[in-house]
C-alpha cells in the first residue's frame, strides 16, 4: 500500500480502504477489519500545491465529462425532495492522499475523483439550501499539501476522530470503500441526512444475513431511501456504492 506503515496494534484513527479490482465481477468483498495491524501515517509529499491543483483540474474536467457525472446530477434531482435543503455539513471520509508516495496514478485519479463527486453532491445541496453548507475533511493519510490544496478550496481539514463527532442528522456523510469499522462510527450517533457508501445489502451479499450483525447499518438502510452511485464503464472508483436519502422524519 502506498503509505508508511509500522507493525503497532491499529488505533481509531488508522483506516485502511477496500480496494475494488475494475470490472463487477471481479469486486473484492467488503473487509470488515484491517488484514495487517498498522499505523497509517502521510508521507513526505512529493508535489507542489500547484501540481496537485493542476491534477485536480484536469482529472475532475475528464470526470465532468463523462456519464458518471451526468446521471449523477440526474439522480439528485430527482430525489431532491428527499433532502429539502436540510443539509448543514457534509462531511468526506477516508478520501484518500492526492501525493501517493510510490506515484501509484490509479489511487491518485480515484482520490481526485471522489472528490469532484463529493463536491458535485455539496453544490446540488448547496442549490437547494438557504444557509453555507459546511465540508470537512477526514484522512489520516492526508500530507502538508494535500491539507493546503483541501483548504485552498475553502474547506477543512479535521483529525480523528473529531468527523465522527460531528455527524448528526443534518449531515452529508460521503466515504467509498472503507472498512466496516469506519462506517459504523460515522453511524454510531445520529443517521445521516444523506450517506454515500457501501450499503447494508451489499455486505449482507458477501457476509451472509447470519454472518452479519450489524445493527446499525441494518437501521441506516432501513430508514433510508437508496440507489446505486452512477458508474463509468470499466472504472471501479465507485463500485457496489450506494446513494442513501434518510426519511426526513427520521433520525
Known sequence: MPMALTTEEEPQEAWVKVHYRKGRRSQKKPTSTASVLCTLLPSPPSLSLEQVKQDHDRISSQWKSSSSYTRLQEL????????????????????????????????????????????????????????????????????????????????????????????????????????????????ATHIPAMFVGTSYGTWEDFHGVENLDWARMKQLDQLCVKAKFPENQADSTFSSTTVHWRFKDES
Not at 459546511?134 to 499539501?145: G, M, T
Open 76 to 187: 439528485l434531482s430527482s430525489h431532491a425532495a428527499n433532502v429539502d435543503g436540510n443539509v448543514v455539513t457534509a462531511i468526506c471520509f477516508g478520501l484518500g492522499t492526492f501525493d501517493p508516495p510510490d506515484g501509484a496514478w490509479e489511487q491518485k485519479r480515484k482520490a481526485h475523483i471522489q472528490l469532484a463527486a463529493f463536491l458535485s453532491i455539496v453544490e446540488h445541496l448547496q442549490s437547494q439550501a438557504s444557509h453555507q453548507i459546511r465540508c470537512l475533511f477526514q484522512e489520516p493519510i492526508l500530507n502538508s499539501v494535500d491539507k493546503a490544496f483541501i483548504e485552498s478550496l475553502g474547506h477543512e481539514v479535521v483529525e480523528s476522530p473529531a468527523g465522527f463527532q460531528l455527524v448528526d442528522p443534518k449531515t452529508m456523510a460521503f466515504g467509498v470503500h472503507l472498512y466496516r469499522d469506519i462506517y459504523s462510527q460515522v453511524i
